[in-house]
T-cell receptor
Framework: GAVVSQHPSRVICKSGTSVKIECRSL??????MFWYRQFPKQSLMLMAT?????????EQGVEKDKFLINHASLTLSTLTVTSAHPEDSSFYIC???????????FGSGTQLSVL | GNSVTQMEGPVTLSEEAFLTINCTYT??????LFWYVQYPGEGLQLLLK?????DKGSNKGFEATYRKETTSFHLEKGSVQVSDSAVYFC????????????FGKGTSLLVTP
């Protein structure tokens, strides 16, 4: 089946540094990718919708200057957490929509810990 | 707003036990409803779905019925296996949401031999 590769699976960084998370569709093209965040014991919350070749659409309350999203190709979207702080520590998951059959596929997630 | 509430975990069952994971939703209109499963170290995978009232989704022995009158989409399986140990997410989606999903918090299931 279709696979979405999300990397890294776990990252620990110092406060004030930036972290980039990659989401790659391995065997299909994805014009749309979604980025979710999950705090402990909370729901997966949609952060933004990423469309290839255009600016991402952010959900209310999500700072676009802090969470930079780039979707420069049909198989890759990146989320950069800029100047990370401990409150950004969370589980981040990407999802990609297959252009061919409109199915959604998920990455395995990235656990970000900011010290 | 739209939201999904599912039962708190973790749920621990013995092999061959009956499983129910409750899911209720709050939404206007008629969303599509989904159950996703996440096995350890893997991404979420679609388990089953239902797109309209009274539809029953089923897959791998799991099933769930879209109940509009009770706004519920409970997941059931008659006889669980150790390999069913995973986290289960209930979710809803509107057709005009661009395929974005509203998720519940997830319910962790552990099946013991």
């Amino acid at each position: 089946g279709a696979v979405v590769s999300q990397h890294p699976s776990r990252v620990i960084c110092k406060s004030g540094t930036s972290v980039k998370i990659e989401c790659r569709s391995l065997d299909f093209q994805a014009t749309t990718m979604f980025w979710y965040r999950q705090f402990p014991k909370q729901s997966l919350m949609l952060m933004a919708t990423s469309n290839e070749g255009s600016k991402a659409t952010y959900e209310q309350g999500v700072e676009k200057d802090k969470f930079l999203i780039n979707h420069a190709s049909l198989t890759l979207s990146t989320l950069t957490v800029t100047s990370a702080h401990p409150e950004d520590s969370s589980f981040y998951i990407c999802s990609a929509r297959d252009v061919g059959n409109e199915k959604l596929f998920f990455g395995s997630g990235t656990q970000l810990s900011v010290l | 707003g739209n939201s999904v509430t599912q039962m708190e975990g973790p749920v621990t069952l013995s092999e061959e036990a009956f499983l129910t994971i409750n899911c209720t939703y709050t939404a206007t209109g008629y969303p599509s409803l989904f159950w996703y499963v996440q096995y350890p170290g893997e991404g979420l995978q679609l388990l089953l779905k239902a797109t309209k009232a009274d539809d029953k989704g089923s897959n791998k022995g799991f099933e769930a019925t879209y109940r509009k009158e009770t706004t519920s989409f409970h997941l059931e399986k008659g006889s669980v296996q150790v390999s069913d140990s995973a986290v289960y997410f209930c979710a809803l989606r509107y057709s005009n949401s661009g395929y974005a999903l509203n998720f519940g918090k997830g319910t962790s299931l552990l099946v013991t031999p």
